[in-house]
């Protein structure tokens, strides 16, 4: 965590060359620049800065927005009420799409190649075409639902709740797209292991095998590939959040590159990768929950 | 994977491929040539794709998009596959330390998603073409890293390897001889993979503003400019994504089949 720290830190505080330069522009003079330096800090030490930025984060202390004049605490905790839920809802979407799909490609041997084909096309599609696709339909042709934006603080929760459907199914359909394909490859070989076999000829129809027996042990390598979604997720949040004008850490971190906004951009980053950290871990310890083989190989 | 559908892909790519080769000595209209009258112009005989907000031919910017999107993943790929197949080499040789680095290394960058990486190369670098190479491939050596070493390290316990050793090849000849070769057909394959994932990587990067600088076209940029106007014209949006839709479709496609066909061929002479 600490090395992640350090990667952030000198790539953008160090490389960009002089922020105070960047924040007030070539023209201005010196004296102006150099009291900037001093109000930021910057005349300091590297290593003084670095230690510094961390005393902070360690005491919730994430330094202050010069564009949007409010402590970036403040502005992500905004900004994380809208994206939240929005990642929440994916996952739930997505796991229940990805559930369905699986046990509809198993059940029934017909449909499995219609689900192929689907899950093929899909995945190879960036999610921004989707987003269109439904914007259009749903938010222009059909107007069922709001093409964009966000409503105010004071909305009601169901008026929130349909901005976010359109962007939460764009995310999660790629995402289950690529679930159900491994989940189905998973299910697929555990169906032809010799404990079905066994639970066969015990009498048991082919979907009791599957939710008794096969369903449990076939979730160790989704689980995996659950940990290694999740910085898709984040990148999808990212475009997602732009195209469908969600005020949420999304749209912060791309305007926050444009106008130069050094501390929200050191702030979030760090958050980005330390949810991606997090939860792998959770990832992880839940994997040792579900498969105790696992634990043989935890100190790899 | 059926045969024709198969063969459909590939006529798909070979097509898109040329078309944007073929960008570079002529395309039905000077690409930047701006010609305010028409306007969000829909599909007509005088322009089979129509115009954009600016009355560029949209035909013409896809071309010579498709040609930029394709050199920057090509790029990348070269540079990101050279650079982890050696790194990827190296941590299957040893056990030691460097092994754990090269590991940790490529552990550290999947920490990052790559638009994450993006942002803080265009910190640096500015946008451009330059930023969007580097970023996928640094994303690319990651993946490489990974799935050499373990192919490798598979490889390395097979009784073949101790014969050659003990016809007297050192480490290295061994590494060039027998482990480069018959990883080969997976690197191949998995390039393939990775090459429709670096063009998606790259229209997304394009999409967020971070990808080609503006006067140069892409075919991320053409959505993400066109997005304005998406209420009034919704074919300047529509247009680039089905290309781009399809041309990614097709490289999956005939990457399935080479996989097929190097699999089968395998299967074959693993049974002689």
Same mark, same amino acid.
């Given at each position: 965590m600490l090395s992640f720290s350090l990667v952030v830190f000198v790539v953008i505080r160090v490389i960009p060359g002089d922020a105070a330069t960047l924040i007030l522009g070539i023209q201005a003079d010196d004296s102006s620049l150099e009291q900037l330096r001093t109000e930021l800090g910057l005349n300091k030490p590297f290593i003084n800065q670095y230690a510094q930025w961390l005393?902070?984060?360690?005491?919730?202390?994430?330094?202050?927005?010069?564009?949007?004049?409010?402590?970036?605490?403040?502005?992500?905790?905004?900004?994380?009420?809208?994206?939240?839920?929005?990642?929440?809802?994916?996952?739930?979407?997505?796991?229940?799409?990805?559930?369905?799909?699986?046990?509809?490609?198993?059940?029934?041997?017909?449909?499995?190649?219609?689900?192929?084909?689907?899950?093929?096309?899909?995945?190879? #599609?960036?999610?921004?075409?989707?987003?269109?696709?439904?914007?259009?339909?749903?938010?222009?042709?059909?107007?069922?639902?709001?093409?964009?934006?966000?409503?105010?603080?004071?909305?009601?929760?169901?008026?929130? #709740?349909?901005?976010?459907?359109?962007?939460?199914?764009?995310?999660?359909?790629?995402?289950?797209?690529?679930?159900?394909?491994?989940?189905?490859?998973?299910?697929?070989?555990?169906?032809?292991?010799?404990?079905?076999?066994?639970?066969?000829?015990?009498?048991?129809?082919?979907?009791?095998?599957?939710?008794?027996?096969?369903?449990?042990?076939?979730?160790?390598?989704?689980?995996?590939?659950?940990?290694?979604?999740?910085?898709?997720?984040l990148s999808g949040i990212i475009i997602i959040e732009n195209i469908f004008a969600l005020p949420g850490i999304g749209t912060l971190l791309v305007k926050s590159v444009y106008s130069r906004d050094l501390d929200i951009l050191q702030n979030l980053i760090m958050l980005f990768i330390l949810t991606v950290l997090f939860i792998n871990l959770i990832v992880d310890l839940i994997n040792v929950r579900i498969d105790p083989r696992n634990q043989a190989f935890e100190d790899r | 994977m059926p045969k024709t559908i198969s063969r459909i892909a590939g006529c798909i790519l070979f097509i898109l491929i040329t078309m944007s080769l073929v960008s570079l000595f002529y395309t039905p209209y000077p690409v930047h040539e701006i010609n305010i009258h028409k306007r969000l112009n829909s599909i007509s005989w005088m322009h089979w794709l129509g115009n954009d907000q600016y009355g560029r031919d949209i035909l013409s910017l896809i071309m010579r998009g498709l040609l930029n999107s394709i050199s920057v993943s090509v790029s990348a790929l070269l540079l990101g596959s050279n650079i982890g197949i050696i790194l990827g080499l190296f941590a299957s040789l040893y056990a030691g330390g460097i092994t754990f680095f090269i590991r940790r290394l490529s552990d550290f960058i999947f920490a990052f998603p790559s638009l994450i990486i993006a942002i803080m190369l265009s910190l640096w670098l500015g946008s451009g073409y330059l930023n969007s190479t580097l970023t996928i491939s640094i994303f690319l050596i990651a993946v490489y890293i990974r799935f050499v070493s373990v192919a490798a390290r598979n490889i390395w316990n097979e009784p073949y390897i101790q014969a050659a050793y003990l016809c007297g090849k050192n480490t290295w000849n061994i590494l060039y001889d027998h482990i480069l070769p018959s990883i080969l057909p997976l690197i191949i394959v998995q390039s393939i993979t990775l090459f429709s994932i670096s063009i998606i990587i790259e229209a997304s990067l394009s999409f967020i503003g971070l990808g080609f600088v503006s006067p140069q076209p892409s075919l991320g940029k053409m959505l993400y400019e066109g997005q304005t106007y998406f209420f009034m014209a919704p074919h300047i949006i529509f247009i680039p994504s089905i290309i781009l839709g399809v041309f990614i479709l097709a490289v999956q496609i005939c990457g399935q089949e080479l996989s097929s066909y190097f699999s089968k061929h395998y299967n074959i002479r693993l049974s002689d």
């Open positions: 005393y902070n984060i360690i005491h919730l202390d994430f330094g202050h927005s010069r564009l949007h004049g409010v402590s970036v605490k403040q502005l992500i905790k905004e900004r994380l009420e809208v994206s939240i839920p929005l990642a929440f809802l994916s996952f739930v979407t997505m796991c229940i799409i990805a559930f369905s799909l699986t046990l509809l490609a198993t059940l029934y041997k017909n449909i499995a190649s219609c689900i192929n084909v689907y899950n093929f096309s899909i995945i190879a #599609l960036p999610n921004f075409i989707l987003a269109f696709v439904f914007i259009y339909y749903f938010g222009l042709y059909y107007m069922i639902l709001p093409a964009g934006g966000y409503p105010d603080q004071e909305a009601s929760l169901y008026i929130k #709740l349909t901005h976010l459907i359109l962007p939460s199914l764009t995310l999660s359909i790629t995402q289950a797209a690529i679930t159900t394909r491994i989940w189905q490859a998973s299910l697929h070989k555990n169906m032809q292991s010799n404990y079905v076999l066994l639970a066969r000829a015990k009498g048991l129809n082919t979907r009791q095998v599957i939710l008794r027996h096969a369903l449990r042990s076939s979730l160790n390598p989704v689980l995996g590939i659950l940990g290694l979604q999740t910085a898709f997720l | -």
